[in-house]
């Protein structure tokens, strides 16, 4: 943004039977990693997809959003729909994509919540430690097999 001063979003490459999961951009490449989005599209059916590069929810947006947001009808679901608002934005102002780089998890599926919720228990200072613990007498006491755990007793 300190650079083009315009709207960025943050993209992914996704497999293409994933595309339906998330809001879809085209873009023409301008840099490594940067590209000038001619189109988006929420949650488009993969032979659909204009290409791969799903939006993962880091934005940063001009204010002009606002604005259009107000004025954005209600799309998928009932929804008033951030996609719209961008597409409309398109007509207007540059936005650019940015390939996210790191780790991401998507946290809209119960698997990705409860990954990122573990990756944060291992690296918060307060928790870490008695995490790790509770890990260890958990699943390294059982010979690396990873059991169900008996709801009935107490977890500890």
Same mark, same amino acid.
């Given at each position: 943004f300190?650079? &083009?001063? =315009?709207?960025?979003l943050g993209v /992914? /490459?996704?497999?293409?039977?994933e595309t339906e999961k998330y809001g879809i951009v085209e873009a023409d490449a301008i840099d490594e990693g940067?590209?000038?989005?001619?189109? *988006?599209?929420?949650?488009p059916k993969p032979a659909a997809a204009p290409s791969c590069l799903a939006v993962v929810g880091r934005y940063i947006l001009t204010p002009r959003i606002f604005d259009l947001l107000? &004025?954005?009808p209600r799309g998928a679901g009932g929804e008033i729909q951030l996609t719209d608002? *961008? @597409?409309a934005l398109l007509l207007e102002e540059q936005v650019l994509a940015y390939q996210f780089k790191g780790v991401r998890y998507d946290?809209?599926?119960?698997?990705g919540y409860l990954k990122a919720t573990i990756e944060?228990?291992?690296?918060? /200072?307060e928790l870490s430690e008695e995490f790790r613990a509770y890990l260890n007498r958990?699943? =390294?006491?059982? @010979?690396?097999?990873v059991e169900k755990l008996d709801t009935k007793k107490r977890a500890g």
């Open positions: 300190e650079y &083009n001063r =315009c709207s960025v /992914e /490459e996704v497999p293409q039977e940067l590209g000038r989005v001619r189109s *988006i599209v929420e949650k107000e &004025n954005t608002a *961008i @597409a946290c809209g599926s119960k698997l944060y228990a291992l690296q918060h /200072e958990r699943f =390294c006491s059982t @010979a690396g097999k």
